[in-house]
């Protein structure tokens, strides 16, 4: 599966940004999908993920109550919805597919996804 992540930019703390993925093939629901950043100097990490039908999500403690995350299965998309942005949000975002997480279950480790998406770069100003 490819995968193209867009909705990144610049914006100030407090704003709000939508990221999207777009997936290719036909296999789309067969993959629990995640979110994951890196900053500068800072090691990938985390930030939510859903389920292959989206039933279930999970966020990093940073984020929770500002991010929200969704699946379109019928239109291949994922999306982040970012609330309440902080300068720490700053980071490039990178979309990611995981074919191992079966059911409700949704991975947090990079090391569990197949395919990654190439980033799209947010800025949060202060």
């Known amino acids: 599966v490819q995968l193209q992540a867009s909705g990144g930019g610049l914006v100030q703390a407090g704003g709000s940004l939508r990221l999207s993925c777009a997936a290719s093939g036909r296999t789309f629901a067969s993959y629990a999908m995640g979110w994951f950043r890196q900053a500068p100097g800072k090691e990938r990490e985390f930030v939510a993920g859903i389920s292959r039908s989206g039933t279930s999500t999970d966020y990093t403690d940073s984020v929770k109550g500002r991010f929200t995350m969704s699946r379109d299965n019928a239109k291949n998309t994922v999306y982040l919805e970012m609330n309440s942005l902080k300068p720490d949000d700053t980071a490039i975002y990178y979309c990611?597919?995981?074919?191992?997480?079966?059911?409700?279950?949704?991975?947090?480790?990079?090391?569990?996804?197949?395919?990654w998406g190439q980033g799209t770069q947010v800025t949060v100003s202060s």
């Open positions: 990611a597919a995981d074919s191992t997480a079966f059911l409700i279950r949704v991975h947090t480790t990079a090391r569990d996804y197949d395919y």
